[in-house]
């Protein structure tokens, strides 16, 4: 279906996070798809080039499990690279655990993701997936907004890229994905379309790495 073969980012935006649990109305979206992965909340500005994976470490606040539900204007999801950047990644909402997680005593790269549909186990993965740790996957994101001129800056939401295969969504769907040492994250998608107050307004929240399936 994809024929994107390399990491992409985009801008994460207010309009665009729900509460977990909230109900998601899928008359707001296009075409979605649900990919679950690990969520980094920074404490520290991160400038690239010459980020590390421990520059990272060192830079990360706290992390939490968490869906995007990605979305897309191109028919049949049949991307390129060229489309999903002029797409912001194809990003269209997100989800952020409930529970943060300081990174302290924690090696993402081999911490466990199972994702249910429906009450179904649906994918298991590990870290490994994204570029072979997320914290690899937040390297990558500062180096190259580095090159740009572009810094992570402190108190922005990451998304490090999916470790699930892109899920298709239908009213009545509800997802969770529980990761070893960090907890779970639900989402819900409504039988019958609901109004936009379940959104959060957090501001704007501008940095967004996705890895495609």
């Known amino acids: 279906m994809l024929q994107v073969y390399q990491p992409d980012f985009g801008q994460l935006l ?7 649990g909230a109900a998601i109305p899928l008359d707001t979206l296009i075409a979605p798809r649900a990919e679950a992965e690990v969520a980094f909340i920074l404490k520290r500005d991160l400038d690239g080039p010459g980020v590390t994976a421990a520059d990272v470490l060192r830079a990360t606040d706290y992390v939490l499990p968490c869906f995007e539900i990605v979305d897309s204007r191109i028919q049949d999801w049949k991307i390129k690279i060229q489309d999903t950047v002029a797409d912001n990644a194809s990003c269209g909402v997100f989800v952020l655990g409930g529970t943060a997680h300081s990174l302290r005593g924690l090696d993402l790269a081999i911490a466990g993701m199972v994702v249910e549909k429906n009450g179904d186990i649906v994918s298991t993965s590990a870290g490994a997936a994204v570029q072979g740790s997320p914290v690899n996957a937040v390297a990558w994101l500062a180096n190259t907004l580095g090159r740009l ?19 298709p969504v239908v009213a009545g769907d509800s997802f969770t994905c529980s990761v070893g040492g960090l907890g779970t994250c639900a989402i819900r998608f409504p039988e019958a379309a609901i109004w936009h107050s379940t ?7 501008p940095s967004n790495s996705t890895t495609p399936s």
């Open 14 to 20: 207010s309009g665009m996070v729900y509460s977990e």
């Open 149 to 167: 001129g572009i810094p992570l800056k402190a108190g922005e939401v990451i998304l490090s890229g999916s470790q699930s295969p892109l899920m």
């Open 199 to 205: 959104k959060t307004s957090s501001g704007n929240l």
